[in-house]
């Protein structure tokens, strides 16, 4: 199922769960002036999250994760990605999905898997496609890359997970700076974790 699909299923599913205590982010309206660059935005607990959209192909339903044994806790299994893209061959794909929780630092939910909600996003990375199990999923918004902030290289090596901060003038949250994360850095961090399985596509 599509992002923009599932965006639609995901909203209905929020009025039914407690997310009062979410962050909530009012997106730039149109018409924005210059270049502009969509975000794909998740959340994961109660904190707002995005990847560029150009990366993410698609959200992917939490109950098509196949158990895989003898993986580390953040690693919670497989799913096959089909890929009906106009480059793609209509193949049948294995990816992993990795536990969004870490990037909040948040016990992995490994023993309660039968438990597990949520959405997966399959996302681009160098080495291949990953998933991402995130919590619901938000918005797909525009912004003018002048808002976007790129991290240097001095503190690339320090920031976690972060590719740039995008800033959010108006916001539940007064100086809110809305995080887009790097996929490539979450995937090597999981595999410096996940010696048992070869990542490589």
């Known amino acids: ?40 935005t998740f959340y994961i607990g109660n904190e707002v999250f995005a990847f560029t959209a150009h990366d993410v192909l698609e959200a992917v339903d939490v109950s098509l994760l ?11 299994g497989s799913v096959i990605y089909s890929d009906n893209s106009p480059n793609g061959h209509g193949e049948h794909v294995p990816i ?26 399959v996302v681009r990375t160098k080495k291949g496609l990953i998933g991402l199990l995130v919590d619901a999923l938000d918005a797909i918004p525009t912004f003018e890359k002048g808002q976007m902030r790129k991290l240097s290289e001095l503190l690339r090596s320090d920031g976690g997970y972060i590719k740039a901060l995008v800033n959010i003038q108006d916001s539940s949250v007064p100086g809110k700076m809305l995080v887009v994360l790097d996929q490539d850095l979450i995937l090597s961090a999981v595999r410096k974790e996940q010696p048992v399985m070869d990542l490589e596509y």
Do not use: F, W
């Open 66 to 76: 196949n158990y895989l044994p003898g993986v580390k806790s953040y690693i919670l």
């Open 96 to 121: 992993i999905v990795i536990d969004g929780k870490i990037l909040t630092q948040t016990k992995p939910v490994q023993n309660n898997r039968e438990k597990l909600t949520g959405e997966i996003i």
């Open 1 to 40: 199922m599509s992002l923009h699909s599932c965006l639609s299923l995901s909203e209905k599913n929020q009025k039914n769960v407690g997310i009062s205590e979410r962050e909530v982010i009012n997106y730039p309206q149109e018409p924005i002036v210059g270049e502009t660059i969509d975000l794909a």
